[in-house]
Every structure is written in structure tokens, then in C-alpha cells.
């Protein structure tokens, strides 16, 4: 959403609060200042009364998110973003917002009261970084923003070790029937509620994923199509045409996954099968929690979703 994030970071920088601790001049031992990730250089700054933050604690968790981001995409999405710590009442991350205006920015909530269990189990942190890898579109297109946050997220952190297997499909098989549509839609284009934007969006990465395992033979998938925008200056700092991404993102595969899938979802209420698709992929709700079915057609492609990339 250029328009909305460009004015939101513009007020952001002009009117920011007082006491905000600009990186690498906090003198404090546990300062955070300036983070590298790989060729990459994270800012922090803070806001608000950020006395009781844990400064070492932050930079455990940012550089934590920042290598499951990189772990996905093979290296980090922007080479420079600033990230602003806003603290307030309360435990854990609150609220993230990524903008792209001067740069890429990262606004994020966090709760004075936070401890490293709270960080550790955050996924905020790791959804806004996930943003920086899209260029922007059109407000109508948010969909594709937000559902590809809300995907690639869980499935980064199980690749760098962070998360299991199981808590993701688990997380899967109850969040995604928040995206499918309801009385009245009109496709993800034209439907903008917080299921459809969100878990709409991640629904259809999901299957994106599944049809690009499926016609490459499990070869590639959405990781290596996303791996291929990123490639090609493709990031939250410019703003591109839906098609021209989604066909950079289809060239790397060899397929036109994507961009059908778009068609087929933009406009109009598609309802998969979400039932089948579990079972395909072998993937069922135990006594204990997730169970998986390796006999089942499809677990291979559900395996090489969360394997952690050979480089």
C-alpha cells in the first residue's frame, strides 16, 4: 500500500516523539546500535521510555528474525532498513508496520515488560522483514503483501530452526479457513477483510506453493519464485506492476503458477478443498496435536516446504 505507508512514514519521521536514541550513538553496554546481516546493516532506534527494554535481549531477537528471513530468501531482502523500537506498557511485540519511504523502515511495538521467552516465542518481527522481500503495489492488491508475510513467516523460522514442523501445520490447518470466502465475495482483489487480506493472502501462497511442488516433480517451489524477485530488485523500496512480479517470480520455475492462481483468485470466490488438501499433504489433528502421514501423496512436497535450503 505505497500511498498509506509513504504518508504514515513521512508523519513518523517528521512528527516522532522526543528521547529517540539514534543508532550507534546509545553509549549503554547493551546497546544495540547497528546489527549485519551479511552484507546487510540493521539501525535500531528507539522510542518512548525505552530505559527498561533489554537491549542485548532485542538484539538476540532482531538477529534472530533477520537470519530466518535470510535463511529463506539466501540473503536479506534490503541492504540497509532502520527499525523502531516503540516502547510501551505490557509484555512482548504488539504491533509492526514496514514502510518504504527515504529506505526501507520498520516500526515495531514492544512491551517494557518483555523478557527473552517473549521475544523468542514473537513472530511480528520476522512478518515485517518478510515484508521488505515484495515490492509495493496497489492498495487493492494488500492481499498479496499480507498473505505472503503471513506465509512465509512460520515456514522461514522452521528452515532456521526456530520453530517445528508441527507447530506451523498445526497453526495452518486452524488459521486458514479464516481466508476462504464468504456470503458475498468478489475475490481477493475486490474483497478486503482482515481474513481475506491475511489468511486469504497465505491461502493462496499455500496452494501457489503445492502447484509449483506438483509440476516441477518437487524441483522447485514458491521459495525459489520469491528467491527470483529479490534477484531481480525486487523489495518493499519499489513499487511494481502485480504482473510483471508475478511473472519474474513464474520465469524462475518454469511454470505460470502464479500468475494463473492470480487470475483464477483475484476476482472471484475460489473455496478449495481444505480437507483434501491436508490429507494430500498428510497432515491430521491427533490426540497429541499434528500427526503426519509420510505414506501420503503429497508429503514429500509438505517435507520440502519447511527443509531448511542446501545453501
Known amino acids: 500500500m505505497p500511498l498509506l505507508r509513504a504518508l504514515a512514514a513521512l508523519l513518523l519521521l517528521l512528527g516522532g516523539p522526543a528521547g529517540?536514541?539514534?543508532a550507534g550513538e546509545d553509549s549503554s553496554p547493551a546497546g544495540v546500535g547497528e546489527l549485519r546481516v551479511g552484507d546487510a546493516t540493521i539501525d535500531v532506534v528507539y522510542s518512548g521510555n525505552a530505559a527498561g527494554l533489554d537491549r542485548a535481549e532485542l538484539r538476540d531477537w532482531i538477529g534472530a528474525s533477520a537470519q530466518a528471513v535470510k535463511t529463506y530468501y539466501g540473503r536479506f531482502p534490503v541492504r540497509h532498513v532502520r527499525i523502531r523500537i516503540e516502547a510501551s506498557e505490557g509484555h512482548g511485540a504488539h504491533s509492526g508496520t514496514t514502510y518504504a519511504y527515504n529506505g526501507a523502515l520498520i516500526r515495531v511495538g514492544v512491551g517494557r515488560s518483555s523478557d527473552r521467552a517473549d521475544l523468542k516465542r514473537d513472530w511480528i518481527m520476522t512478518h515485517e522483514m518478510v515484508h521488505l522481500a515484495m515490492p509495493e503495489f496497489d492498495d487493492r492488491h494488500a492481499w498479496l503483501e499480507e498473505g505472503l508475510a503471513t506465509?512465509?513467516?512460520?515456514?522461514?523460522?522452521?528452515?532456521?530452526?526456530?520453530?517445528?514442523?508441527?507447530?506451523?501445520?498445526?497453526?495452518?490447518m486452524r488459521d486458514t479457513p479464516k481466508g476462504l470466502p464468504g456470503p458475498g465475495d468478489r475475490g481477493l482483489d475486490n474483497t478486503h477483510t482482515w481474513g481475506r487480506t491475511y489468511w486469504g493472502g497465505a491461502l493462496f501462497y499455500l496452494l501457489a506453493d503445492v502447484r509449483i511442488r506438483e509440476r516441477t516433480a518437487n524441483r522447485f517451489g514458491l521459495q525459489d519464485a520469491l528467491r527470483a524477485i529479490v534477484a531481480d530488485g525486487g523489495s518493499v523500496e519499489v513499487s511494481w506492476d502485480v504482473r510483471r512480479t508475478l511473472?519474474?517470480?513464474?520465469?524462475?520455475?518454469?511454470?505460470?503458477?502464479?500468475?494463473?492462481?492470480?487470475?483464477?483468485?483475484?476476482?472471484?470466490?475460489?473455496?478449495?478443498?481444505?480437507?483434501?488438501?491436508?490429507?494430500?499433504?498428510?497432515?491430521?489433528l491427533g490426540r497429541e496435536g499434528v500427526e503426519f502421514d509420510d505414506a501420503a501423496p503429497l508429503a514429500p512436497i509438505r517435507r520440502a516446504i519447511t527443509a531448511r535450503p542446501a545453501s
Open 20 to 22: 529517540v536514541a539514534i
Open 151 to 172: 506465509y512465509v513467516e512460520p515456514v522461514a523460522r522452521v528452515q532456521a530452526g526456530q520453530l517445528s514442523a508441527e507447530t506451523i501445520w498445526r497453526d495452518m
Open 247 to 284: 511473472a519474474v517470480a513464474d520465469n524462475a520455475t518454469g511454470t505460470q503458477v502464479l500468475t494463473q492462481l492470480y487470475d483464477e483468485m483475484r476476482a472471484t470466490p475460489v473455496m478449495p478443498d481444505l480437507n483434501e488438501l491436508w490429507q494430500q499433504l498428510g497432515v491430521k
